[in-house]
């Protein structure tokens, strides 16, 4: 394993680039003793994922494995979690908000502090207020707004967005 790109290296291990992929990598786990390549860490798609994939008839102890393992840690690119989102629906009506949150298959969240209303909710850490009246907009921001298909025949649709548009987040 001449000219490879070295990652890492602890007291019985070395971890060389054995492939590039477009958006993975395949290391080699490399025991540097014997110079003898006993594994490799690679992405395993199924669990989406980087894997550990020894070889066969080797033995492993627990410092090793935790080399092993801090070596994938390393390799995980770290994503940030989305920023949760407040988003206005306005709706003809808090019925019609209701259909539309089971049309798109909402279950509002169910976590200990969480609000659940007829005319709010959260799903997947985004909070949906129900948009009905031009009162409901008063002391709002919103970061999103949508509408429902029936939103346009609310009476009161016009005085809505006049009131929603300046509320929208920069």
């Not at 540097?32 to 390549?37: F, G, L, S």
């Not at 390799?75 to 989305?82: A, D, E, I, S």
């Not at 798109?104 to 009905?132: D, E």
Request: net charge positive.
């Amino acid at each position: 394993m001449k000219n490879l790109e070295i990652l890492k290296e602890t007291k019985y291990l070395q971890f060389i680039v054995k492939e590039h992929k477009p958006k993975t990598k395949v290391v080699a786990v490399v025991n540097k003793t014997h110079q003898e390549e006993i594994g490799e860490i690679r992405w395993y798609s199924a669990w989406r994922q980087y894997c550990f994939f020894p070889y066969d008839r080797t033995i492993w102890n627990k410092g090793c494995l935790t080399d092993i393992n801090d070596m994938i840690t390393e390799l995980t690119p770290v994503r940030p979690k989305p920023k949760p989102k407040t988003i206005g629906v306005i709706a003809a009506s808090v019925d019609d908000f209701q259909k539309w949150r089971i049309d798109k298959k909402h279950r509002p969240s169910k976590k200990a502090g969480v609000r659940n209303t007829q005319r709010l909710y959260t799903y997947r850490n985004n909070t949906y207020y129900c948009v009905s009246k031009e009162t409901h907009v008063c002391g709002m921001t919103f970061d999103l707004i949508i509408e429902t298909k029936r939103a346009r025949e609310n009476k009161n649709y016009d005085k809505i967005m006049t009131y929603i548009l300046p509320s929208i987040r920069a």
